[in-house]
């Protein structure tokens, strides 16, 4: 009997899923459920499988909630979980008003100059994430070239380094490809005749655009939004660098918990918390994308 050919290929992603997704996340999960402990790994309890059966009952015996109750009762994780969301927010929306222009304008140009633009956009990805990062803060920092291009003008300087406002600059910098692509490849693919027919119907272009053409791009805007979204609220690099110690975000607190405090439990809780967040608008898109269409 023949293998089922369908299934051999959905096996590969299925493996795919379960080494890097499953299986670390039940590990993060557990680490969650344990407790700190000065050893080597820091956390208890641990599998002790030369016991049998009674090993596993007392390791999950061990397993408690204990460190979720104490992100609750500590305002530290809030106020990281609550700013990560609103600079993650905030630069989602700045990225939709930037990117959306950039896409719509790249969509309309001739193929040609399409596939130049598109070029352009994704050229930063050539250079090393970090060393752009590091770009801003020659920028950003009181000496620096946005201060001395204020000066030239007759400007007073600002200081921008170690502020959120420096993080959003770096969030929204970082992560305009990823709205751009989504939107231009919905754009881009719209048939014009749709907005021709709007106009021959008595729209005006404004009302062309909000009746048919961003409608019509809403799944771009989604894909989008969510491209950025989610990696803006875990993101670590970018506020260490731009935003400073003033600056809290969940990926500098995780960060902190596993290698400064060494406390793997809450890191991993704080961890899985974001993952449960993060999940949401997911689920909304993946079980409503008629919504998306209309």
């Known amino acids: 009997m023949k293998p089922d050919r369908s299934r ?18 039940l590990l993060v999960a557990k680490l969650s459920l344990s407790d700190m402990a000065l050893a080597m790994p820091p956390y208890a309890p641990t599998l002790d499988w030369s ?17 979720y109750a104490r992100l609750k ?16 927010g905030l630069g989602t929306a700045i990225l939709l008003l930037v990117g959306y222009p950039i896409a719509y304008g790249i969509a309309r140009c001739p193929p040609a100059a399409q596939r130049l633009l598109v070029m352009a956009v994704i050229l930063p990805f050539w250079t090393s994430f970090l060393i752009r990062v590091y770009a801003w803060i020659a920028i950003l920092k009181p000496a620096g070239l946005l201060n001395a291009a204020l000066g030239a003008l007759g400007l007073p300087a600002v200081n921008l380094l170690n502020t959120e406002t420096a993080v959003v600059l770096g969030l929204v910098y970082a992560y305009l490809p990823f709205m751009v692509l989504p939107l231009y490849a919905v754009l881009e693919r719209q048939d014009p005749h749709l907005v021709e027919a709007a106009r021959n119907l008595g729209a005006t272009p404004a009302q062309a655009f909000w009746r048919v053409t ?3 791009s809403l799944p771009g805007v989604a ?20 935003g400073g110690s003033e ?4 990926g500098r607190v995780i960060w902190t918990e596993f290698f400064a405090n060494r ?23 993946e079980r409503q ?5 209309r």
């Open 8 to 25: 051999l290929a959905a096996l590969a992603p299925a493996l795919w899923l379960a080494v890097f997704f499953a299986f670390p996340f």
């Open 51 to 67: 016991r049998g059966l009674s090993g596993v009952r007392a390791f999950l015996a061990g397993l408690d909630l204990e460190t």
């Open 73 to 88: 009762d500590d305002r530290l994780y809030l106020d990281a979980y609550l700013s990560s969301l609103w600079l993650a």
């Open 214 to 216: 961003f409608p019509i």
């Open 223 to 242: 894909a989008g939004a969510l491209l950025c979204f989610i990696p803006m609220a875990g993101e670590f690099v970018i506020p260490d660098l731009l």
């Open 247 to 250: 600056t809290l975000m969940l």
């Open 263 to 285: 406390d793997w439990p809450a890191a991993s809780a704080v961890a899985i918390v974001l993952l449960a967040t993060l999940l949401v608008p997911i689920l909304i898109f």
């Open 289 to 293: 994308p008629g919504k998306f269409l």
